[in-house]
């Protein structure tokens, strides 16, 4: 069965500084792997996604992610934080065998300091 | 186009009252999902509809829990009679492909 696991419930980085967060998922199959973003009081964004073309995806807001099939990871990364950084960021997977729905993580809260 | 609509987006009620949460989907959109979002659970999948019909109701919690989609532009979920533990941020998004779902900006429940 598919599953994600997102390393650490909260992440604090000071303004300017790298983030990285980090998602290590399960498939038997090939994966579609996505980033999605939740705002303070919003509903969730997807950030970016990736579905088998390039292994380094970017998406919005400065944001990118790497596909490692070796490493079973997806993690998200930004050079600089920035205070609109701040929010709550899930993980998913999708793939054949969950019939292309999500399997979420359970989320990691940035918390940029300044 | 105005995104996923949903209503009311707060909700404060009494235990044993009905409770119906309302959505409207995209415009085009052939797949609906019903999430809860709670800080013990996370987010979770209720249920959701392709082309109207219910894929998968696995994730509602009891019977007291259902979900209608009477078209292609609504759909409700009703918790009757409610609890406090039903007491959630509850979103709906939908999607024309599975995995690229556009969330709604929720309904907070609070059942008291």
């Known amino acids: 069965a598919q599953s994600v696991t997102q390393l650490g419930s909260h992440v604090s980085v000071s303004e300017g500084a790298l983030v990285l967060l980090r998602c290590n998922y399960s498939?038997?199959?090939?994966?579609?792997l996505f980033w999605y973003v939740q705002y303070p009081n919003q509903g969730l964004q997807l950030l970016l996604k990736?579905?088998?073309?390039a292994t380094l995806v970017k998406g919005i807001n400065g944001f990118e992610a790497e596909f490692k099939k070796s490493e079973t990871s997806f993690h998200l990364t930004k050079p600089s934080a920035h205070m609109s950084d701040a929010a709550e960021y899930f993980c998913a997977v999708s793939d054949r065998e969950s019939n292309y729905q999500l399997i979420w993580g359970a989320g990691t809260k940035l918390i940029i300091k300044p | 186009d105005a995104g996923v609509i949903q209503s009311p987006r707060h909700e404060v009620t009494e235990m044993g009252q009905e409770v119906t949460l309302r959505c409207k989907p995209i415009s085009g959109h052939d797949y609906l999902f019903w999430y809860r979002q709670t800080m013990m659970r996370g987010l979770e999948l209720l249920i959701y509809f392709n082309n109207n019909v219910p894929i998968d109701d696995s994730g509602m919690p009891e019977d007291r829990f259902s979900a209608k989609m009477p078209n292609a532009s609504f759909s409700t979920l009703k918790i009757q009679p409610s609890e406090p533990r039903d007491s959630a941020v509850y979103f709906c998004?939908?999607?024309?492909?599975?995995?690229?779902?556009?969330f709604g900006p929720g309904t907070r429940l609070t059942v008291t």
């Open positions: 998004a939908s999607s024309s492909i599975p995995y690229e779902q556009y």
């Open positions: 990736y579905t088998s073309a």
């Open positions: 498939s038997s199959v090939p994966p579609y």
